[in-house]
């Protein structure tokens, strides 16, 4: 079955560390994006990757950083420099830069 | 830079009830647009899409869609509800410009809720 898998669906961490959030997807898609998702605020775009190698920020960048060394694969690094890194953590995909497929989310909660 | 207004932040609708669930949006050129829903704690799964065309899209779940250019809306609807459509509903737009496509920007949801 294709699809895009996060994991873990949930991460606890301590406020001060650095976390790594999985993204892997076998939809042989070029382009990946990184979404955050608040109560009330929608998504919004974190980092986008539209071919291996390459990426490139979005509205709110500041705080994260991400890689993509392989096509399948674009893990998110949430540094302890993120004022308020609890939140909703959504990984897409699409080939044709339109219509993107979700991951089922990763709920990050720093205390 | 385009953007996109969901009015409603939250609508309750009787089982069975009819259902429209508004989208509002701003964009100098010809917008492609988007309707997503996601349940509690899931991504987001793409309900329908609207590029070109014939501006009545007809959707998953029975769901459909009408692109209004003179109102800039892009309404959602569906004829009769079901309690397992009660979810969180995501309207989205990219904007295709001269030089190349532009980013996924979404509204910022209307929660529908569900009556027996």
């Known amino acids: 079955d294709g699809g895009i898998t996060q994991s873990p669906k949930y991460l606890f961490r301590k406020e001060g560390q650095n976390v790594t959030l999985s993204c892997e997807q076998n939809?042989?898609?070029?382009?990946m994006y990184w979404y955050r998702q608040d109560p009330g605020q929608g998504l919004r775009l974190i980092y986008y990757s539209q071919i291996v190698n390459d990426f490139q920020k979005g509205d709110i960048a500041e705080g994260y950083s991400v890689s993509r060394e392989k096509k399948e694969s674009f893990p998110l690094t949430v540094t302890s420099a993120q004022k308020n890194p609890t939140a909703f953590y959504l990984c897409?995909?699409?080939?044709?830069?339109?219509?993107?497929?979700f991951g089922p989310g990763t709920r990050l909660t720093v205390t | 830079a385009q953007s996109v207004t969901q009015p409603d932040i939250h609508i309750t609708v009787s089982e069975g009830a009819s259902l429209e669930l508004r989208c509002n949006y701003s964009y100098g050129a010809t917008p492609y647009l988007f309707w997503y829903v996601q349940s509690p704690g899931q991504g987001l799964q793409l309900l329908l899409k609207?590029?070109?065309?014939?501006?009545l899209v007809q959707g998953i779940k029975g769901f459909e869609a009408e692109f209004k250019r003179s109102q800039s809306s892009f309404n959602l609807r569906k004829p009769s509800v079901h309690w397992s459509d009660a979810a969180e509903y995501f309207c989205?737009?990219?904007?295709?410009?001269?030089?190349?496509?532009?980013?996924?920007?979404f509204g910022t949801g209307t929660r529908l809720t569900i009556i027996p």
């Open positions: 609207y590029f070109s065309g014939d501006t």
């Open positions: 939809l042989n898609h070029d382009a």
């Open positions: 897409a995909s699409t080939s044709t830069g339109y219509e993107q497929y």
């Open positions: 989205a737009v990219v904007g295709i410009s001269n030089f190349g496509n532009e980013k996924l920007t």
